[in-house]
């Protein structure tokens, strides 16, 4: 029975300082000899992760937290985010003094210089500061959406913008995605192409935007350097991924 697994990436493939340890890069290797399907599900914009994915050579994947979804190289779901409610939260977010930052597949623009946040959040990921386009939402079909505020701003625009899902991944930064949005409703669409059963899909993750597909697949692994609601909706719980958590865990799963 075919069997496909799914890895995020940030603290799950790559580690603490996002580098992607020997003992992972070896566990994917052995999952594709063994004739068992890998793919990425992450929130990143494919751009973001293309030299990780030709070094693990994986060709499929759900990016921006499901709304870009390529199978075997070949772009099969596209969901974009409504661009008259981008433009009223490009809006709303000025006059609260929030930048944004907008993403395509291929790249990303701030709308605003010079922001601390910005430069914090984004530095976590080895990124620099984008571009300043600040039309670029008028201009582009945008997957996925950043906004830089701190967890006490939030709900309002959550409350707000009830036709867009909002994320937290780091302190000072939010995803933002259609209503509904999640690595599960991408994982579904690319198993609509496949003819696997859910019970074959597993898939590992560490962050809040993780917690959909955890639960959705046949079997869910956190790192364990998950956050706790993460764990909670895991069916099982690894070692960090600095200790070799997927390795670990694909041996326990009887995969490798």
Same mark, same amino acid.
Request: aromatic share 10%.
């Given at each position: 029975?075919?069997?496909?697994?799914?890895?995020?990436?940030?603290?799950t493939l790559?580690?603490?300082?996002?580098?992607?340890?020997?003992? *992972?890069? %070896? #566990?994917?290797?052995?999952? =594709?000899?063994?004739?068992? &399907?890998?793919?990425?599900?992450?929130?990143?914009?494919? !751009?973001?992760?293309?030299?990780?994915?030709?070094?693990?050579?994986?060709?499929s994947?759900?990016?921006f937290?499901?709304?870009?979804?390529?199978?075997?190289?070949?772009?099969?779901?596209l969901?974009?985010?409504?661009?008259d409610?981008?433009?009223?939260?490009?809006?709303?977010?000025?006059?609260?003094g929030?930048?944004l930052?907008?993403? *395509?597949? %291929? #790249?990303?623009?701030?709308? =605003?210089p010079?922001?601390? &946040?910005v430069?914090?959040?984004?530095s976590?990921?080895? !990124?620099?500061?984008?571009g300043?386009?600040?039309?670029?939402?008028?201009?582009?079909?945008?997957?996925?959406?950043?906004?830089?505020?701190?967890?006490?701003?939030?709900?309002?625009?959550?409350?707000?913008?009830?036709?867009?899902?909002?994320?937290?991944?780091?302190?000072y930064?939010?995803?933002?995605?259609?209503?509904?949005?999640?690595?599960?409703?991408?994982?579904?669409?690319?198993?609509?192409?496949?003819?696997f059963?859910?019970?074959?899909?597993?898939?590992?993750?560490?962050?809040?935007?993780?917690?959909e597909?955890?639960?959705?697949?046949?079997?869910?692994?956190?790192?364990?350097?998950?956050?706790?609601?993460?764990?909670e909706?895991?069916?099982?719980?690894?070692?960090?991924?600095?200790?070799?958590?997927?390795?670990?865990?694909?041996?326990?799963?009887?995969l490798?």
């Amino acid at each position: 029975m075919t069997k496909i697994v799914f890895f995020d990436i940030d603290g799950t493939l790559l580690d603490h300082d996002k580098q992607l340890p020997a003992k *992972t890069k %070896e #566990a994917v290797q052995q999952l =594709r000899d063994k004739g068992v &399907y890998t793919a990425i599900a992450t929130g990143r914009a494919p !751009f973001m992760f293309e030299d990780l994915r030709k070094e693990l050579d994986i060709h499929s994947f759900v990016s921006f937290n499901g709304q870009y979804v390529v199978f075997e190289d070949q772009v099969i779901y596209l969901n974009p985010l409504a661009a008259d409610s981008l433009d009223r939260l490009n809006q709303y977010a000025g006059e609260q003094g929030h930048s944004l930052v907008y993403m *395509t597949e %291929e #790249a990303m623009k701030a709308n =605003r210089p010079d922001d601390t &946040y910005v430069k914090e959040s984004l530095s976590t990921l080895k !990124f620099p500061y984008p571009g300043i386009s600040p039309d670029f939402h008028k201009e582009n079909d945008l997957y996925q959406t950043l906004i830089f505020c701190e967890e006490a701003e939030e709900e309002r625009y959550r409350k707000d913008f009830p036709e867009f899902t909002f994320i937290r991944w780091h302190p000072y930064s939010l995803d933002i995605l259609p209503a509904g949005g999640s690595k599960a409703e991408g994982i579904k669409k690319m198993m609509e192409r496949l003819d696997f059963k859910m019970e074959d899909v597993y898939a590992f993750g560490d962050g809040l935007n993780d917690i959909e597909m955890l639960k959705l697949v046949g079997t869910g692994v956190a790192m364990g350097n998950a956050l706790p609601p993460v764990k909670e909706a895991a069916d099982m719980v690894t070692a960090d991924v600095a200790e070799d958590g997927i390795y670990l865990a694909l041996k326990k799963l009887e995969l490798l």
